[in-house]
């Protein structure tokens, strides 16, 4: 079943775009069902309409948001990584995602490149949470220095198990964590006995988060 995003549930309409994908991409036909929702946890059964149009065909449902709130920032990469992380974080089902630099970061992005490519990578999430049918859009955080992050914990070879006493990890760079990032002695976490490309170790992250939030995996 086709899943779209919506402004009004009372009134559901659909963006033009939105409107091009259930018709031209999916061939949706009138009268075929989609869900439609607010992004914010709301719900309802709808039928697609000629003309890219939505009739409500059933009542609004609302799911709470998963708790705790997961929380992956992962240092910028090179090319079109950024845009394949978030779109990986989102399916997965990550609530908050930052692109961060660090103290190594050779990819910087500096003012208007920087609004530019935020708002392409909320453009991907919105499409990455369509596709796997969620109803909680995650939030796109803008370009955050380390240092002015929250505290969370590090992904760092060798730190302990993911856990969901630790709800944010901090993803580095592919040279690593600076010898002055590693001296403010946050909590570790450790992904596996493998060294991970940067958008890889985000990937596993977030996973390994929801995945316990779900119960999907428990403990060790």
Do not use: N
Not at 102 to 125: I, K
């Amino acid at each position: 079943m086709a899943h779209v995003f919506v402004g009004d549930l009372d009134c559901p309409s659909l963006e033009p775009d939105d409107a091009h994908h259930l018709e031209r991409v999916l061939r949706l036909r009138p009268g075929e069902s989609v869900t439609a929702s607010d992004g914010f946890g709301g719900s309802r059964p709808c039928h697609y309409v000629a003309g890219g149009a939505l009739s409500s065909a059933g009542d609004i449902v609302f799911s709470p948001r998963p708790a705790p709130s997961i929380t992956i920032a992962f240092a910028l990469v090179k090319g079109d990584r950024p845009e394949w992380t978030v779109q990986k974080l989102t399916e997965a089902g990550v609530d908050t995602i930052v692109p961060m630099t660090t103290a190594r970061s050779v990819v910087r992005w500096d003012g208007d490149r920087a609004l530019r490519q935020v708002a392409r990578l909320r453009s991907v999430a919105r499409a990455a949470a369509m596709q796997s049918r969620q109803v909680w859009l995650p939030s796109v955080a803008p370009v955050s220095a380390f240092a002015s992050l929250p505290s969370g914990a590090m992904a760092q070879m060798g730190g302990s198990p993911p856990s969901l006493s630790h709800p944010t990890i901090l993803v580095g760079p592919e040279g690593g964590w600076d010898d002055s990032e590693l001296a403010l002695r946050l909590p570790r976490v450790g992904l596996g006995p493998t060294v991970l490309r940067a958008e890889t170790a985000a990937l596993a992250a977030g996973l390994l988060l929801c995945a316990l939030r779900a119960g999907t995996v428990r403990p060790a």
